[in-house]
């Protein structure tokens, strides 16, 4: 048989075995998902009803500027730029993995001019030239599938990258809205404590008036006074909190905070009815699930990448080229040379170290696995979580109704003895101290229910889904472009 039908033979069988690979096969890792959230008894159905949410889930609380910010936050947020050069980086290491499939071909031409040593059995001969252009090739075959479980593991990763980025959009964003509804509750609560101040000044002109007339005592107006200063601070108080979440809303749509303001708004009175779907379908709607998933397969591709160098390793080179000691016969026939070598190689003492690095990959996958459980079981607990806080919420809001609607009665007839001089200014004060508590309590009230559904939304994976996700033959076409 001739050398070059053995070189075929050769690659066809390195084709062949290639087609295998050790190391385990992947299967996801089984979780348990409840058949219904236990938090859901009483839960409102969304109208019009969905099966879950889709694309800008803000929109559903209907504010025009909310449904700007949210905009800008995928545009120029850094945190957001950050976490897609990693996914660059990533999609980048899948076409430095998939290199090793393919040979390595150098191209090399020197020129040397040298002369023996006096005495020498070529010094004689002078001075010598020595001309030479090569073309040399190597290859090693992925005969074991190392190289395929590196780039398995390496597309796995890339996709986990991508689920990152989702992951800390969708984070960002939820902190937006929050901030957001925090502020225009801090819009509500400095409406409330103008108005409140407006009426403490009347409060201590009525007193000063009866004082004056002689009805009262100087008390009276000290207390009034000391309650209308009072309540100035709390509203110049409020204003220190409102401009630290401007701030921070600036810097989450990535502006400078001298660059940005809002003008004051009302508060949303209550939060939209939001479609929570099955518990099954949350391991599918979790961008933190999905990267926590693909996390597990990358490292169970590198079980295999570890398992690969117990076995031995084929070299294949090639060599051709033109070599002369005069540079007109260079590329002329006599002066062609080449050359073909193939070699084994088999590791047979290494102290261990092959063993170890397999048992640590094995370590390290079923480190993987446990935190894709826990990420799974957290993302079932935030979901219980909001959708308890909403339940109550809810129904204190109510019990606070009422209890504002009596503070605010109360302080109507507390006012209107005082002034017929049946009670002292003290329970004026208390009545009005309990009516300004009240106010503010429903409006933070009305702040937490609306921050509790947009925790719920981001805990339900805010409309994202695992089919978002790149397919492994995108980032592998990816990487391939990137490497040309």
Request: hydrophobic share 45%; proline share 4%.
């Given at each position: 048989m001739?050398?070059?039908?053995?070189?075929?033979?050769a690659?066809?069988?390195c084709?062949?075995i290639?087609?295998?690979?050790?190391?385990?096969?992947?299967?996801?890792?089984?979780?348990?998902?409840p058949?219904a959230y236990?938090?859901?008894?009483g839960?409102?159905?969304?109208e019009?009803?969905?099966?879950?949410?889709?694309?800008?889930?803000?929109?559903?609380?209907?504010?025009?500027?909310l449904?700007g910010l949210?905009a800008?936050v995928?545009v120029?947020?850094?945190?957001?730029a950050q976490?897609?050069?990693?996914?660059?980086q990533?999609?980048?290491?899948?076409a430095?993995a998939?290199?090793?499939?393919f040979p390595?071909?150098?191209?090399?031409?020197s020129?040397?001019?040298?002369?023996?040593?006096?005495g020498?059995?070529?010094a004689?001969?002078?001075?010598?030239?020595?001309?030479?252009?090569?073309?040399?090739?190597?290859?090693?075959?992925d005969?074991w599938g190392?190289?395929?479980?590196?780039?398995?593991?390496?597309?796995?990763?890339?996709q986990?990258?991508a689920?990152?980025?989702?992951?800390?959009r969708?984070?960002?964003q939820?902190?937006l809205?929050?901030n957001?509804f925090?502020?225009?509750?801090l819009d509500a609560?400095?409406q409330i404590l103008e108005?409140?101040?407006?009426a403490f000044?009347?409060?201590?002109?009525?007193t000063?008036?009866?004082?004056?007339?002689?009805v009262?005592?100087?008390?009276?107006?000290?207390?009034a006074?000391?309650?209308?200063?009072t309540t100035?601070a709390?509203?110049l108080?409020?204003?220190?909190a409102r401009?630290q979440?401007?701030h921070a809303?600036?810097v989450l749509i990535?502006?400078?905070?001298?660059e940005?303001s809002?003008a004051?708004?009302?508060?949303?009175?209550?939060p939209?009815?939001v479609?929570?779907?099955l518990p099954?379908e949350l391991?599918?709607?979790?961008?933190d699930?999905?990267?926590a998933?693909r996390?597990?397969?990358?490292?169970?591709?590198?079980?295999?990448?570890?398992?690969?160098a117990?076995?031995?390793?084929?070299?294949?080179?090639?060599?051709?080229g033109?070599?002369s000691?005069?540079?007109?016969q260079?590329?002329?026939?006599?002066?062609?040379?080449?050359?073909l070598g193939a070699?084994l190689?088999?590791t047979?003492f290494?102290?261990?170290?092959?063993r170890?690095?397999?048992?640590?990959?094995?370590?390290?996958y079923?480190?993987?696995?446990?935190?894709?459980?826990?990420?799974?079981?957290?993302?079932?607990?935030e979901?219980?979580?909001n959708l308890?806080?909403?339940r109550?919420?809810?129904?204190e809001?109510l019990?606070?109704?009422?209890?504002?609607?009596?503070a605010?009665?109360?302080?109507?007839?507390?006012?209107n003895?005082y002034k017929?001089?049946?009670?002292?200014?003290?329970?004026v004060?208390?009545a009005q101290t309990t009516a300004?508590?009240?106010?503010?309590?429903a409006v933070d009230?009305?702040?937490?229910r609306?921050?509790?559904?947009?925790l719920?939304?981001?805990?339900l994976g805010?409309?994202w889904?695992?089919?978002?996700l790149?397919?492994?033959l995108?980032?592998?076409n990816a990487?391939?472009?990137?490497k040309?």
């Amino acid at each position: 048989m001739s050398a070059s039908k053995i070189g075929i033979a050769a690659v066809c069988t390195c084709v062949i075995i290639a087609g295998c690979a050790v190391g385990p096969d992947y299967l996801r890792p089984k979780t348990s998902a409840p058949a219904a959230y236990k938090e859901m008894t009483g839960w409102k159905t969304a109208e019009p009803r969905d099966d879950e949410l889709r694309g800008a889930w803000w929109e559903i609380y209907a504010d025009p500027v909310l449904n700007g910010l949210e905009a800008e936050v995928s545009v120029s947020n850094q945190t957001l730029a950050q976490a897609e050069a990693q996914f660059r980086q990533a999609r980048a290491l899948v076409a430095q993995a998939r290199a090793g499939y393919f040979p390595v071909i150098d191209l090399s031409a020197s020129t040397s001019r040298s002369r023996a040593a006096s005495g020498s059995a070529t010094a004689s001969r002078g001075a010598v030239s020595s001309h030479s252009i090569a073309l040399d090739a190597s290859w090693e075959p992925d005969l074991w599938g190392r190289v395929r479980r590196t780039v398995e593991a390496n597309v796995a990763s890339a996709q986990a990258s991508a689920a990152d980025i989702e992951s800390t959009r969708l984070s960002l964003q939820a902190e937006l809205a929050q901030n957001y509804f925090a502020l225009r509750a801090l819009d509500a609560q400095q409406q409330i404590l103008e108005e409140t101040v407006q009426a403490f000044e009347g409060s201590l002109k009525l007193t000063q008036n009866r004082y004056n007339a002689g009805v009262v005592a100087r008390i009276d107006v000290v207390q009034a006074e000391s309650q209308l200063r009072t309540t100035q601070a709390q509203l110049l108080d409020v204003g220190v909190a409102r401009a630290q979440f401007e701030h921070a809303i600036a810097v989450l749509i990535g502006k400078p905070p001298a660059e940005f303001s809002l003008a004051r708004a009302p508060l949303p009175p209550a939060p939209p009815a939001v479609p929570v779907g099955l518990p099954s379908e949350l391991l599918e709607r979790r961008p933190d699930i999905a990267s926590a998933e693909r996390r597990v397969a990358a490292a169970n591709a590198q079980i295999g990448v570890a398992q690969a160098a117990y076995f031995p390793a084929l070299s294949l080179s090639a060599s051709a080229g033109f070599q002369s000691a005069a540079l007109g016969q260079l590329l002329s026939a006599p002066a062609r040379f080449w050359s073909l070598g193939a070699s084994l190689a088999q590791t047979i003492f290494d102290a261990g170290l092959r063993r170890a690095r397999t048992a640590q990959a094995v370590a390290v996958y079923d480190a993987t696995v446990a935190s894709y459980r826990q990420t799974v079981l957290s993302g079932f607990q935030e979901v219980e979580d909001n959708l308890a806080a909403l339940r109550i919420l809810e129904q204190e809001t109510l019990v606070q109704a009422e209890a504002l609607a009596g503070a605010r009665l109360a302080l109507e007839l507390t006012l209107n003895q005082y002034k017929s001089g049946i009670v002292s200014y003290l329970n004026v004060l208390t009545a009005q101290t309990t009516a300004l508590a009240a106010e503010r309590t429903a409006v933070d009230l009305r702040n937490r229910r609306l921050a509790a559904s947009v925790l719920l939304i981001r805990a339900l994976g805010g409309g994202w889904s695992a089919s978002l996700l790149p397919p492994a033959l995108q980032i592998n076409n990816a990487g391939a472009a990137a490497k040309r």
